[in-house]
């Protein structure tokens, strides 16, 4: 499995043989508190990096997912419906959103890695 | 939302209302206030009311069928027409004495805070004072009893009064044209961005598909520009709270429709690059949209026309004092410049022959209209109330109610500027923002600050809006309160606060301790909603 990469809002994409996994980081589930419900894409939906591809609803906010690089939604994560918890308990393994297939491993890589997206996240407080 | 319980699905094992059949005024699970056992082991009491805290059981658990608060008499034999489609189980009302109707309604209004009970301290909302004058001018038989359906003849003085509503109107934006059927700010925003989507259609730009938001905004922003069909695109702010001028100049392009901004923004800041926003603006094309949910802080002082604003709707439940929250209907009138006054929405109250008349087709001069946004014309008993409130407060008093709603504001930033930690520098505009940087220490939380606020007896201020700021509390606490219960307000955080000091945090995370109700589990509630009350099952059978 390879190390996952981060975007500046929170998105985590980590690329498995030519399908990448997406979700959102544990600093993120932290700062939503509680996740109450998740809205996920249709499979099949091609995305450019950078759209709404999923909202995320906590009893504090409703915020958007993005797209961390362009691709196509080949599967969602269908059990966050019935327990949006996961998310909060396992936010960047069994808590992932969307399955993408099609995207460009030099887009993945030139994200932030996880050193580099934990000084990211440390300048914000 | 797609997570409710769809009707006739079996309840949530642990739901809040599931009450025994032997103590129905002691619901399970809520513990009652200050409950730690006396020198005789007793602990609250036996009732589970506190004094005049009742607790009170839903309509259904206190009626049965055996009694009834009428006396009807039995029909007689008739024979149904309904084809064999008339009930042939029991309705399922419960039965109930006029006096058990009476007090159930009565205590369930006494468990309601309101702007009559005290301090309504939410930010955004300018929860000021609604004042009896509105609505004894609203009880008017003359406004009241209309039918919108009455020949025009005998309504003038109605259409009079919208006429010289839309005056003031006009004249506190420096706009030529006002439309009055917006049934609140949501769709004031709706009537503005379609306004501003046909203007672009009727000019050949059907290529602006992007509208430009600021991250701050109100989620009705957002929300309005993607049912009218755009792309969402949002602005960052700057390291002060305001919009973030180069990074707004970087993402306008000719397919950008509109900018929608509020201005005093959601940090309660005015934007004072608002002149260079709206020139760069109207230099790609787009229209300015500016959100009136903070005009109070600037009525009378400044006209948004002159600011470079095209279009901007009124929230006149905030700014002229009609009634706001379950109070009443909204009200959200929108201000047009020249050039989308012809798209504004019908009716429109135009000057007729003997009169006022209306416009109500897509005719003449209205050819170009959006057509019609709601039933009849507006919430006509907003319009005396707001009319009334502009009529008793004059041009100069309008302009000291924005004076000192800043003020009071301010006044709670400079009081509460060594307890609580503001966002930013002051002086805010007609509400003050504080981040959660002095309870992280304590690991107390905004969300257990707001609910310790409760146990004081004070609404809790708007908390975690805007986004922009980590655990924010946003406190408008409008020109209607006097300084004595500012005071008193601002006693009660900066005593919270030497609680926290002195040790006590733990009482935080677990407030309120004395409202009917402790900690309620939001989180299960919105997991697992409950949306329907169905009866105990032992109890059932038992009858």
Redesign the interface.
């Known amino acids: 499995m390879t190390e996952p990469r981060y975007t500046s809002e929170h998105e985590w994409i980590r690329l498995d043989s030519g399908v990448a996994t997406v979700g959102i980081s544990a600093y993120a589930q932290e700062q939503l508190g ?1 996740v ?2 998740v ?1 996920l894409p249709e499979v099949g939906r091609k995305v450019a990096a950078g759209d709404n591809m999923a909202v995320v609803e906590s ?5 958007e997912v993005y797209a961390p690089v362009a691709g196509e939604v080949a599967e969602v994560n269908a059990a966050l419906a019935d327990k ?2 996961t998310i909060n308990e396992d936010a960047e393994g069994t808590g992932w959103f969307v399955r993408l297939k099609g995207v460009d491993a030099a887009a993945v890589s030139a994200l932030m890695d996880a050193d580099a997206y934990k000084k990211y996240v440390s300048s914000l ?1 | 939302m797609s997570a409710e319980t769809p009707p006739g699905a079996p309840r949530a094992p642990n739901a809040k209302s599931g009450r025994s059949a032997a103590g129905p005024r002691r619901p399970a699970g809520a513990p009652v206030a200050a409950a730690e056992a006396d020198a005789g082991g007793f602990t609250g009491t036996v009732s589970g009311n506190r004094a005049l805290a009742i607790e009170e059981p839903l309509l259904f658990e206190q009626g049965s069928r055996q009694r009834c608060g009428v006396d009807l008499p039995d029909p007689a034999n008739f024979k149904p027409r309904l084809g064999g489609l008339e009930r042939k189980g029991a309705i399922g009302l419960p039965g109930l004495s006029e006096s058990e109707v009476v007090r159930h309604f009565t205590r369930l209004s006494q468990k309601n805070y309101a702007i009559d009970a005290g301090l309504f301290p939410l930010g955004s909302c300018t929860m000021k004072h609604n004042p009896r004058l509105n609505e004894k001018m609203a009880r008017l038989p003359g406004f009241a009893d209309l039918h919108p359906l009455q020949p025009l003849s005998t309504v003038q003085g109605a259409l009079a009064l919208m006429d010289a509503l839309a005056h003031w109107l006009k004249q506190l934006t420096g706009m030529p044209a006002i439309a009055l059927p917006p049934a609140a700010g949501a769709q004031g925003e709706l009537c503005g961005m379609m306004v501003i989507r046909a203007a672009h259609d009727a000019a050949g730009q059907n290529a602006r598909r992007r509208v430009l938001v600021p991250e701050s905004a109100h989620g009705t922003n957002p929300a309005t520009a993607a049912l009218c069909g755009y792309h969402v695109d949002s602005i960052p702010a700057n390291a002060r709270g305001r919009v973030d001028v180069a990074a707004l100049r970087a993402k306008l392009g000719p397919d950008v429709a509109a900018l929608m901004l509020t201005n005093p923004n959601t940090c309660g800041l005015f934007e004072p690059e608002i002149l260079d926003i709206a020139a760069v603006v109207h230099g790609a094309g787009a229209y300015f949209y500016c959100d009136g949910a903070n005009f109070n802080a600037i009525v009378g002082k400044v006209r948004p026309a002159d600011l470079g604003i095209d279009v901007m709707h009124f929230n006149l439940h905030k700014t002229f004092s009609t009634p706001h929250g379950g109070g009443g209907p909204g009200s959200g009138p929108v201000a047009l410049v020249e050039a989308l006054a012809p798209f504004a929405p019908l009716p429109w109250v135009v000057a007729g022959p003997g009169g006022f008349a209306l416009r109500e087709d897509a005719v003449g001069d209205a050819a170009h209209t959006i057509g019609r946004l709601k039933a009849f014309h507006g919430q006509m008993g907003m319009f005396v109330r707001a009319y009334a409130y502009m009529l008793s407060h004059g041009s100069d008093g309008l302009r000291q109610v924005a004076e000192d709603a800043v003020l009071s504001a301010n006044y709670l930033l400079a009081a509460l500027r060594d307890t609580l930690t503001p966002a930013y520098d002051g002086p805010c505009m007609h509400e003050c923002l504080f981040d959660d940087g002095g309870l992280r220490a304590f690991d107390v939380s905004t969300l257990d600050f707001a609910k310790a606020l409760i146990d004081e007896g004070f609404h809790p201020t708007t908390i975690y809006f805007p986004l922009v700021v980590h655990g924010a509390m946003l406190v408008e606490p409008t020109e209607t309160e006097s300084k004595g219960e500012l005071d008193r307000f601002i006693a009660a955080v900066r005593g919270l606060k030497a609680r926290l000091d002195a040790g006590g945090a733990e009482r935080f995370r677990t407030a309120p301790h004395y409202s009917p109700r402790r900690r309620l589990d939001e989180t299960r509630a919105a997991r697992q909603p409950v949306l329907r009350w169905s009866p105990p099952a032992p109890r059932e059978a038992a009858e």
Do not use: N, R
């Open positions: 509680d109450v419900y809205e009893v504090k906010a409703a915020s949006p918890e407080d």
